[in-house]
């Protein structure tokens, strides 16, 4: 049974043979638009009708209104030196070694390779393997909701462990409509804490102690358990596991990544093919040595 237009045409937009011819057609038909037929070396100038009204629309941009005729002139007249200068300083090699202009003309040229790997969207499955393959990532961590109340030693003495057990009786009657306001001691922590993410509880009170909540059951108060500023009594109101999201919940993060990565696979993929049509030599003291394409393709 042959293969369907739509899978057909799929399945050659991921060719890079198809995707060279498509950045060789590009930089063709940009340069022809841009007058660089007649380039350096040429004496003829040509502006073509998508050059001015591209011009005319750049001036309507800026100022907000259309240039006049004056105006107009005097923008082609400042192009055309500006092409002249392009073209006179290209012929005498002014081009060759200034690196913020070899930069800028990289620059360029990747933007055309890899706009040519922008022209189809990825796929649901293939954004779902993407996310699979980096499920670390984007993993969020346990989060905890509690009240606590706090035991202090340095006020209390060595009588807080006892003091601590028979507050925690206390709540315990009350359960989880107990009021905490007067009870325990004074200190900077908040009373209630939200769902927090378990790094965070740790980062608050120490790893041990958020462990040890984490470890608790929901609905009842339990203790004393001992952190770094004491002794506290703890009642877990809630807790949600953590895990990756679905596709939807982030899925323009996933697909900018996704492109970025196609974007880089497309440029090397490039790189390597124009390659194989040149010899790189690098000269030391010790004499010339070409390079071979396998050994061309691993420098950096």
Known sequence: MPMPWSKLLKSALREPLLHFLIIGAAMFLYFRWSGGAAGAGSTRIILGPAQLANIAAGF?????????????????????????????????????????????????????????????????????????SHASEFRSDPRIAFRQVFVSPGRRGSSAPSDARQLLARLRSEGAAARTEDLGDASMLPREFEPTPRRDIGRTFGQEFAASVDGLEAGTWSGPIESAYGLHLVFVCQRSEGGTPDLASIRPTVEREVMAERRQRQLKATYDRLLEKYIVVVESAKGAKPLSAMAKRQQP
């Open 60 to 132: 309507a941009r800026t100022w907000q209104r259309p240039p006049s005729e004056a105006e107009l002139k005097a923008i082609i007249d400042d192009w055309v030196r500006e092409e002249i200068s392009v073209r006179e300083a290209t012929v005498a090699g002014l081009d060759r070694d200034d690196t913020v202009l070899r930069r800028r003309l990289r620059q360029k040229f990747e933007f055309l390779v890899e706009e040519v790997s922008e022209a189809v969207r990825p796929t649901d499955a293939e954004l779902q393997a993407w996310l699979a």
